[in-house]
């Protein structure tokens, strides 16, 4: 079992700056992709950015250029800094990961996500 835990969010006025943070804990071997989603009132949940485990990155369109995808792999942890936030990026972000269990299994894991608001 693993759990994924967000925090970091908030409210921030258009042009600020916010970093979230992705924590496991629980039994599991490895985590290979990380990414971060986000889903506005209305809408779908869309992929933000990804990390694989060697470092490759990839981001939405619309937030490359603003956002950058990390991790830590020490600490199971994953972050996605965010810069000059726009009100369009207001939305609930939640992690997402696949974990490789001690029977070398992979499954997909949600975090409860975090709330970010950007005001204009």
């Known amino acids: 079992q693993v759990d994924l835990v967000e925090s970091g969010g908030g409210l921030v006025q258009a042009g600020g700056s916010l970093r979230l943070s992705c924590a496991a804990s629980?039994?599991?071997?490895?985590?290979?992709?990380m990414g971060w989603y986000r889903q506005a009132p209305g809408k779908q949940r869309d992929l933000v950015a990804a990390?694989?485990?060697?470092?490759?990155?990839n981001y939405a369109d619309s937030v490359k250029g603003r956002f950058t995808i990390s991790r830590d792999n020490a600490k199971n942890t994953g972050y996605l800094q965010m810069n000059s936030l726009k009100p369009e990026d207001t939305a609930d972000y939640y992690c997402n990961a696949d974990v490789v269990d001690n029977g070398y299994t992979t499954r997909n894991a949600w975090g409860q996500g975090t709330q970010v608001t950007v005001s204009s």
């Open positions: 629980g039994r599991f071997f490895s985590i290979k992709r």
């Open positions: 990390i694989t485990t060697g470092g490759s990155t």
